[in-house]
């Protein structure tokens, strides 16, 4: 598998370095004190504990790194995605505590030889270092591919949800066109009414009958020849009256009746008939 520079190959090369600077000390320790049974076995334990210590250092981060782009992704997956994480680090354990499980007790069983005692012990300390160096680099290439796995199924929700929001957009973009075009055209239909009812307006009250009289009243156009001026006797507060009784032109007069002029301007009827013969002249 080729190797990336991702945090996590950074971290287990930080590791890895751990391991064999701790092996190289032990070492260098039994070689001056291969006597001191009690000091190698202190310094195993040691050795032991620091490398557990890396271990969960590790497992940690990585958890870490996963939280931290789990954030858009479904619960799910990340759920697995931390169970994977956390099955291979288990299982590096298991190999790392049976590793100085092992050499703890060789160190304990004791030899006839001190000299014969450190050589077995290194060439089992480099055995079994170099099988948890080997585990390692499989937990290391399984770890990165669940990470990698995990970040390209980030970026293909992204890429998703990027194109959901796109599609989105250009919907409401279409929508918005839709719905101005109807309010155009409710605009137009609403003017339209309204003219329609300017002219049945118009039409009714060409027809409203004049008071005093069941004829419909059709208004023409007030020329002189028409206006109550004409007709002798009739003032300009009188014309007021007559005007507000919907009697405002010599036909108006002559087609209202004696009665309704009479009401209209307050006279009596006699006068009324006097208007109206001279509208009719």
Wanted: a negative charge; zero cysteines; charged letters at 30%.
């Amino acid at each position: 598998m080729a190797r990336s520079d991702s945090p996590i190959r950074t971290m287990f090369d930080a590791q890895r370095t751990a391991v064999e600077q701790s092996q190289q000390l032990l070492e260098q320790g039994m070689a001056t004190q291969r006597t001191v049974d009690t000091m190698v076995l202190t310094g195993l334990k040691w050795q032991e504990s620091l490398q557990r210590h890396y271990l969960e250092i590790a497992q940690a981060a990585t958890h870490g790194s996963l939280s931290a782009m789990a954030t858009t992704l479904p619960a799910d997956d990340a759920t697995e995605a931390h169970r994977s994480v956390d099955e291979s680090f288990e299982q590096l354990k298991r190999t790392h505590a049976a590793v100085y499980d092992a050499l703890e007790r060789e160190l304990e069983q004791g030899v006839d030889s001190a000299d014969e005692r450190s050589a077995e012990f290194v060439d089992a300390l480099d055995d079994q270092t170099d099988q948890l160096l080997e585990m390692t680099e499989t937990v290391e290439d399984r770890t990165v591919e669940t990470v990698d796995g995990f970040a390209g199924h980030l970026r293909d929700q992204l890429e998703r949800t990027q194109k959901l929001q796109d599609r989105l957009e250009e919907q409401l973009e279409r929508q918005t066109g839709d719905v101005e075009a109807l309010l155009e055209r409710q605009a137009e239909g609403i003017e339209q009414f309204q003219q329609q009812l300017a002219e049945q307006a118009e039409a009714v009250t060409r027809e409203i009958p004049i008071q005093g009289t069941d004829e419909p009243h059709t208004a023409i156009e007030t020329d002189p020849e028409h206006t109550l001026e004409s007709v002798e006797g009739i003032d300009a507060e009188t014309r007021d009256k007559l005007s507000a009784a919907g009697i405002a032109t010599v036909d108006d007069l002559t087609r209202a009746g004696p009665e309704a002029v009479a009401e209209a301007a307050d006279i009596p009827e006699s006068r009324a008939e006097d208007w109206i013969e001279q509208a009719k002249a």
